[in-house]
């Protein structure tokens, strides 16, 4: 198909996936001639894949850029693509440092206790000593709880996404399930939250107010 | 104390202190003379709240002050409460508009089967629908099938969140429990997810490189 054909079955406008190709998110067409190419399926997948990256996981560009590298490179492992899938949506500040030793002894312990074999330089182990530092200067006492509860939560939702993986006919979107798994599952998990919050709330907290005016 | 105090003790820098001040995101001290005020517990309590909002959840100054708002109005209903500090963190553009209907007929379908209590302006149901009209559109079956557990795992996270906010002693102490759940929440659970990821990758995916280096 031609460039036209690709925009309006992506939904992505012209100069946008000119842009693409551009910074390499999405490899060129085969050229035809000098102002003409044409575009496949795969394409189309693909422009699919970068809207849900910039749109829904709210990467940048350069991000983004990054991630679908690590798609684009079958030698690469699972574990390897997860880590800079994971990496991409590991945004801030509370990745770059290692949290408290107390922390990260309490994150020792909660590994040992769930059985999970997950090394040193894990980010999301980096993040959460940092977290629960957060939580005891805050002097919230009941945030601390939460960490044992929310690991098991955790437990249960890495091995749907594992199988989902597992589930997939070949490498290609093995890695594809990874990364948008990765980056639109912490979306859908957050936002399912606010759904499972709400219905809480008016459990535990019953009130004439308790819903939420519709947006 | 004075400023430099509450500085060491916050380990917030004095121009820092000054510009939340400024941005009415921390209270004014109480005036000693033209030059100098006193601050309170209260005030090294709120420094902390307000890092953990900005270096943690990735907020910024203005929808910090925002959720801080809510937080200072001791006549919102806790609904209300959930209701910024969820809109706080709902960033990016998947919470702009409608999905399509047959997302929100899955959602309205996935909303019964929970038998939740949720509205349809919920912020998490109307990115729920565009994060799976993105799974439709990246074509990867296994994708959809995450929607039932993840919505499993996130009422039991709900009801963990929801008790920790009733355990707190007063008011004040509950709505900051709900922002700090919020937003620090999102960070903890997509951090654990990741640690949970690695033990099942290793697991299911058994590989001599299956452990991603130390960083």
Sequence with gaps: MRISELSR?????????????????????????????EYGEQHVKRLHLIRALIDIGGLSIAT?????????????????????AQLAVSRTAVYSAEGSDESRRRLDELVEAQGWHVGPGNPGRVAASNILDAFDALG??????????????????????????????????????????????DALLAALRRMAQEHMTSVLFPSPTSSPPAA
Tied chains: 1, 2.
């Design 64 to 84: 983004a850029k990054d991630v679908l590298g690590a798609v684009d490179s079958p030698d690469l492992s699972l574990a390897h693509v997860f880590e800079r």
């Design 140 to 185: 919230l006492d009941g945030l601390r709880s939460l960490l044992t509860p929310y690991a098991q939560a955790a437990a249960a939702i890495a091995e749907v996404d594992l199988r989902a993986v597992a589930a997939q006919p070949d490498i290609e979107a093995m890695t594809e399930t990874v990364v948008a798994g990765t980056v639109l599952g």
């Design 9 to 37: 079955r992506s939904r992505v406008p012209v100069p946008s996936i000119k842009y693409y190709v551009r910074e390499g998110l999405l490899p060129a067409g085969t050229a035809l001639g000098p102002t003409s190419s």
